[in-house]
Structure formats: C-alpha cells, structure tokens
C-alpha cells in the first residue's frame, strides 16, 4: 500500500499568518491527491481534489498543489475557524490510504 | 437536503459480527460510488472499502479483506457493511461517505454523522 506521510503532525499560529501542511507520497502518484479538513466532534469535509482543485464553497484562502510525490495544502491568512485536524488521502491505487493527520491550533 | 444517516453501530463481542447501514436522500444514489471511511477513538482516518454505482466492483483495505462486505441497495438508497471477526482493533466511528468523482478523481463530499462500532469483552 501506498504510504502517505504528513508534515508537521502539529502546528500553532496566528490569525492571518501564512499555513503550509505537506504530504509525501512513497510512489508517485500524478496528481491524484485529496485534502480534508476535520474540526473537533465533527465529520470531515472536502477542501481539495485532484491536488489543486478547489471544492465548491470551499474558502479561495485554501489551495493546494503539488504532482508525483510531494503535496502541499496552503491557507493563505488562518483564520479562528480554521482550527482542525487536516488529512491527505491518495486515490491512485487501492488500498486508498490518508495520511495521518496535521492539527492546526491557534495562538 | 442532501445527506447520509449511519445506524447500525453499537457494542459486540471480538469474534462477533454486526450490519451496519447508511440510508441516503437529496441526490441520486445510484450514480455514485459509495466508501466507508473509520476513525479508531483519538486517531486518524483509514478508508475501509468502496463500491461502484451498480455494486459490481468491491474494494477493501487488507486489514478487513475476507472478514468485511460493503454492499448497497439502490433501489432502496441503501449502503451495508457486513463485518464479521470482528477485531478490538476495528473499534471505530464508521462513516458512510459519497464519492463525487469528478474528472474520475476520489473527492468524497458527502459524510455521515458516523456510528459507532465498539469491539470489546
């Protein structure tokens, strides 16, 4: 299976400052990468597909980017409800795997 | 409205199986792929199984391969996962999740609220 590795596990910072989460694939994998976002008690939700497109409804201050191995999720300027956990997650093969995670709090 | 009720989850003993269901509304079920997503207490994400629109394909991850089937009813708007041996480790919330697909890349854009399968003694 294919494995998917975030960086950071974890990140603090300030209302307006610049969010860069990576994800690492073991295989390239094109572009066929998706990003979540999961805030506390709740079910996740879809930020990106296809690496960088964005979903409907989605906040323009989230994008993503990134082709063969290496991903990145940006927010542009964090804002309070920004605060969650953020996954990566593979659709290039099965088993289709996420990454483990990248909790975003704020200062 | 648009949305994926679970039901189904509850406690059972390691060995034991338990069915759980998603119901779907507000869009055409029949049109796409379904997952099942699970989330052990304070952990991260793992994708458990999908199945396509008519349930001809069937895809697992391989920690469950031989002990999980995913199924669906489209007649009634129905998703199952039947899982049997159950494990401790298979102690999860287990969302029911629409897959989109646009362009043929996953984007699951729909979540259930999620139920809550307990594996224990």
């Known amino acids: 299976a294919i494995q998917m590795t975030q960086s950071p596990s974890s990140l603090s910072a300030s209302v307006g400052d610049r969010v860069t989460i990576t994800c690492r694939a073991s295989?390239?994998?094109?572009?066929?990468l998706s990003w979540y976002q999961q805030k506390p008690g709740n079910a996740p939700k879809l930020l990106i597909y296809g690496a960088s497109s964005l979903q409907t409804g989605v906040p323009s201050r989230f994008s993503g980017s990134g082709s063969g191995t290496d991903f990145t999720l940006t927010v542009s300027s964090l804002q309070p409800e920004d605060l969650a956990t953020y996954y990566c997650l593979q659709d290039y093969n099965y088993p289709r795997t996420f990454g483990q995670g990248t909790k975003v709090e704020i200062k | 409205e648009v949305q994926l009720v679970e039901s189904g989850g509850g406690l059972v003993q390691p060995g034991g199986s338990l069915r759980v269901s998603c119901a779907a509304s507000?869009?055409?079920?029949?049109?796409?792929?379904m997952i099942w997503v699970r989330q052990a207490p304070g952990k991260g994400l793992e994708w458990v199984a999908n199945t396509n629109q008519d349930g001809s394909k069937k895809y697992y991850m391989d920690s469950v391969k031989g002990r999980f089937t995913i199924s669906r009813d489209n007649g009634k708007n129905s998703l199952f996962l039947q899982m049997n041996s159950l494990k401790v480790e298979d102690t999860a919330v287990y969302y029911c999740?629409?897959?989109?697909?646009?362009?043929?890349?996953?984007?699951?854009?729909?979540w259930g609220q999620g139920t809550m399968v307990t594996v224990s003694s």
């Open positions: 999740v629409r897959d989109v697909s646009p362009h043929n890349y996953d984007a699951f854009d729909i």
């Open positions: 507000g869009f055409t079920f029949s049109s796409d792929w």
């Open positions: 295989q390239d994998i094109r572009d066929e």
